[in-house]
Structure formats: C-alpha cells, structure tokens
C-alpha cells in the first residue's frame, strides 16, 4: 500500500512539473496528463493491467507495463538524438555565419615595391 502512495506522488510530482512547464503545445500537454492519468490507474487497479495484458497477449501486467516502457524510453532517446543532432548543425551554421560577419575586411593590397636600381629620393639635409 505504501508503494502505491509513493507512485502516485511521483506521477503527481511529474504532472505539476509539466504544467508548470507548459510552453509546449496543448496536444503535448494532454498527452502528458493522458499517459500519468493511465499510470495512475495502473497504480490504483493493477488488475486492469493484468486483464489488459492477457487481452495482448502477455502474461503479467508487470510485464506489459516493462515492454511499453522500453518502447517509450527508446522512442524518447531516438526523438532527443535527432534533435540533438539537428540543433548541433544549426549552432555550427551559426558559428560559421557569425564568424564571417566579425571577420576584418582584408587590408589593400600594398602597391608594388619599387624596382630595383630606383631608390626613393634622399631626404633633404640640414
């Protein structure tokens, strides 16, 4: 019993943090509270999750519960991946067009030192 007030408070604890998080799209927003509101329910009737999982064919509640998370956890790491890696390529896009805006306009070319043989006139002297 004391497990179930335990997990019942982390998925509340969850949902207060995504709502007070809530910058995201409602359609992410609902899907949260959708996904706590069904581990909530998991918590309170873990017979539902039993009855649930012979219906799909897996012996034990527990046992669906652990292959759906795994399918979520990868899920999860892949979308992070691919946004991860898509922001790096903006932050290097970034780099590169800053870099060309802060670089110094090249200096003029000198102009062609004099040919040998002609020296530049003396100074006057005092």
Known sequence: ????????????AI????FL???????HIMT?????AAGAVAVVMPERTDDLARLV???????LITYVSIVAILFVLVHYYT?????????TQL???LAIQRAE?????????????????????P
């Open 1 to 12: 019993m004391i497990i179930r007030v335990i997990l019942l408070l982390g998925l509340a």
């Open 15 to 18: 949902g207060w943090l995504v």
């Open 21 to 27: 998080r809530r910058n995201k799209l409602p359609f």
């Open 32 to 36: 949260v509270f959708v996904l706590l």
């Open 57 to 63: 064919g897996v012996g034990r509640g527990a046992d």
């Open 83 to 91: 946004k991860f890696v898509e922001l790096q390529q903006q932050v």
């Open 95 to 97: 780099t590169r067009e």
């Open 105 to 125: 306009p090249p200096s003029p070319m000198p102009s062609s030192p004099p040919p040998p043989g002609d020296s530049p006139p003396a100074p006057p002297a």
